[in-house]
């Protein structure tokens, strides 16, 4: 069936540092992978996506890579700050099934002072 | 431009009586829309996915008859919680997908934070 395991579920870092989460997909159909930004009580917001034709994205800070033939893809934060810190969701599109996200377990990740 | 909205952004209920969340896109024509629940510390699990004109799809274990949605037009889609119970207590949260022309990308309206007492 249709999964996404994301690791780890918390991570912390001291400001200036990187940190790297991962996540890997069950769907080899899969062609859509954005990460998304939560503050607590608050909706995701979207800070990288990927599609499956691109084997990396950079934005800034933000770096992401996808590997289709292991199935797995990465969010790269480099010189972390302390406004980085949130919960991280990575997401798969199951395209054959209307576009559905199917949403990593989450990552916390604190970044220190 | 892609702005979801989210109405209401807090509910109180007592339980066994039934609650209507809507989700609008705002300036975009929504042809599938998503319904997910969030349980605290947990991460966002898919509910269902409507498209307009259409009955909606139901993920595994989801009751239907529990949670109708309607998606009447292209611009609005309603979640309701019929007869709540504690346990529906959650913040429920939609994403809109459509015309934007941004392809895959789905928007997320700002969430609804539902209690059941």
């Known amino acids: 069936g249709e999964n996404v395991e994301q690791h780890p579920s918390t991570l912390s870092v001291q400001e200036g540092d990187s940190a790297v989460i991962k996540c890997t997909y069950s769907d080899s159909a899969s062609n859509y992978f954005p990460w998304y930004k939560q503050e607590l009580g608050k909706r995701p917001q979207l800070i990288i996506d990927?599609?499956?034709?691109?084997g990396e994205k950079k934005d800034q800070r933000i770096a992401v890579t996808l590997n289709k033939t292991a199935k797995h893809f990465s969010l790269h934060i480099t010189e972390t700050q302390p406004e980085d810190s949130a919960v991280y969701f990575c997401?798969?599109?199951?395209?054959?099934?209307?576009?559905?996200?199917?949403f990593g377990q989450g990552t916390e990740l604190s970044v220190k002072p | 431009g892609a702005v979801v909205s989210q109405h209401p952004s807090r509910v109180i209920c007592k339980s066994g009586t039934s609650v209507k969340i809507e989700c609008r896109s705002l300036?975009?024509?929504?042809?599938?829309m998503f319904w997910y629940r969030q349980f605290p510390k947990q991460s966002l699990m898919l509910m269902a996915t409507?498209?307009?004109?259409?009955?909606?799809?139901?993920e595994q274990g989801v009751e239907k008859d529990k949670f109708l949605i309607n998606h009447a037009s292209l611009t609005l889609s309603t979640l309701t919680v019929t007869s709540a119970h504690p346990e529906d207590s959650s913040f429920y949260i939609c994403?809109?997908?459509?015309?934007?022309?941004?392809?895959?990308?789905?928007?997320f309206g700002p969430g609804t934070r539902l209690t059941v007492l």
């Open positions: 997401a798969a599109t199951y395209y054959n099934q209307g576009g559905k996200l199917i």
């Open positions: 409507s498209n307009e004109g259409s009955k909606a799809t139901y």
């Open positions: 300036d975009f024509q929504a042809t599938t």
């Open positions: 990927i599609r499956s034709n691109v």
């Open positions: 994403s809109a997908r459509g015309t934007s022309g941004r392809g895959n990308e789905q928007f």
